[in-house]
């Protein structure tokens, strides 16, 4: 079956430090997704990218599909207190059309 | 903030219980989700409902119940659990199947004793 690795399992930064997360899947992706989830909280839908070698921005973020489409990465640049949580990636898989949640990240940011 | 309400938020239980989680949204979605969120573990896809037709079971244990009877409320009964199954049961909807964003529900924190 589909399988949506995610890497690193942890992070701690000191706040103003860069951040990455990495998503690689065992098969070609339709799209992939990114969520966040707070402490406590609950996932919340970050975005969605669909075109080989896409990159879009938000803020300091910035978010890029491989051109295989069987990778990902989320980069935060001059992490803030308030980024602290877990990122999830999610790819829906070309044959399966199922989204599959990798492992997430958790993000510690230190004041 | 969320379309997505789910209740009870938390719940205790015994193992001879028998209890139900509910979801509902309000986003006039047509597919919804019970996913389980357990600590240090990715998040586990339980059942899906596409136009109240369950599309997938991964293989979850019978003493989960899922029941949907309507594309807005999508109910897990659950009986005989065990410790094993306390854990955050997210639930989720989408507009659609493939390439919609899911939106999710608070969650019910549960703990099996």
């Known amino acids: 079956g589909q399988q949506v690795m995610q890497i690193p399992q942890y992070q701690h930064v000191q706040e103003g430090e860069d951040f990455t997360t990495y998503c690689n899947s065992s098969?070609?992706?339709?799209?992939i997704q990114w969520y966040k989830q707070r402490p406590g909280g609950h996932p919340v839908f970050l975005i969605q990218l669909v075109k080989s070698g896409e990159v879009k921005k938000q803020k300091r973020l910035t978010f890029q599909f491989g051109e295989a489409k069987k990778n990902s990465s989320l980069h935060i640049t001059a992490t803030q207190t308030t980024d602290v949580g877990t990122y999830f990636c999610a790819g829906t898989n070309f044959s399966y059309g199922k989204l599959t949640f990798g492992q997430g990240t958790i993000l510690t940011v230190h004041p | 903030e969320t379309g997505v309400t789910q209740t009870p938020r938390h719940l205790v239980m015994g193992m001879t219980n028998k209890k139900s989680l509910k979801c509902e949204q309000h986003l006039g979605h047509n597919a919804m989700y019970w996913y389980k969120q357990s600590a240090k573990k990715p998040l586990e896809l339980m059942f899906v409902?596409?136009?109240?037709?369950?599309?997938e079971n991964n293989s979850v244990p019978s003493r989960f119940s899922p029941e949907c009877p309507n594309s807005s409320h999508l109910f897990l009964h659950l009986h005989t659990l065990q410790p094993e199954d306390s854990a955050l049961y997210l639930c989720a909807s989408s507009q659609g199947m493939q390439a919609y964003e899911q939106y999710f529900g608070p969650g019910t924190r549960l703990t099996v004793t």
């Open positions: 098969t070609t992706l339709s799209n």
């Open positions: 409902y596409n136009f109240k037709e369950q599309t």
